[in-house]
């Protein structure tokens, strides 16, 4: 039997309270020290999927989500550009920046949302690869996101650029409802292993 449009997003909205909540007490619980070692490096069997002179989204965190600017300052010094998201203002379509250097700050400012964003002069970039931020994961790459839709316009416009999941253990769901504009992952990336590549 098929869902309503309206069941779907009710089954979305009551998971995303379970695995937010599951994500908060795990991350929680980690040792400071521990939490800091911790998405530092890409795992090897993600090089296959990330060419040569690769432009690479990425994201600053927000809150308990995986973070992700160790990886941005990894593929920096590998000589990829880094592309950020970048928010004009809220409810503005999400673009991404190049963030010239991983290692300075100062390049970076608040946006609309909470997290850091690319300075609104730095350029603006099409992704070759990206790594996305998710509320729950399948452990075939299904991905729920905080529902905006914003990735899923961006990988709707780019369907062979590799898109790479960042979660912590917790957010691992044995379901996650789909709808036809939901695309799968081609890995997810948790502390303590890889999903995929699919």
Do not use: C
Request: charged share 20%.
């Amino acid at each position: 039997m098929s869902l309503e449009p309206g069941d779907v997003a009710a089954q979305k909205a009551a998971l995303r309270k379970t695995l937010r909540a599951a994500r908060r007490a795990e991350v929680a619980a980690l040792n400071p020290r521990v939490k800091a070692l911790l998405f530092m490096r890409p795992p090897a069997a993600l090089s296959a999927l990330i060419p040569a002179g690769a432009t690479i989204a990425l994201y600053a965190a927000i809150g308990d989500e995986a973070p992700a600017n160790a990886y941005a300052r990894h593929f920096h010094d590998a000589g990829h550009r880094i592309a950020m998201p970048s928010f004009a203002g809220r409810g503005a379509p999400m673009e991404f920046r190049h963030w010239a250097s991983p290692h300075l700050d100062d390049l970076m400012e608040p946006g609309p949302y909470g997290a850091q964003q690319p300075l609104d002069d730095a350029d603006r970039l099409e992704p070759d690869v990206f790594f996305v931020p998710l509320i729950g994961f399948t452990a075939d790459g299904r991905r729920l996101g905080q529902g905006g839709g914003y990735y899923d316009r961006w990988l709707g416009q780019f369907p062979d650029a590799p898109a790479i999941g960042m979660a912590w253990d917790s957010q691992l769901a044995e379901d996650v409802p789909t709808e036809a504009h939901d695309r799968p992952l081609t890995a997810v990336v948790t502390p303590t292993r890889l999903y995929g590549p699919f």
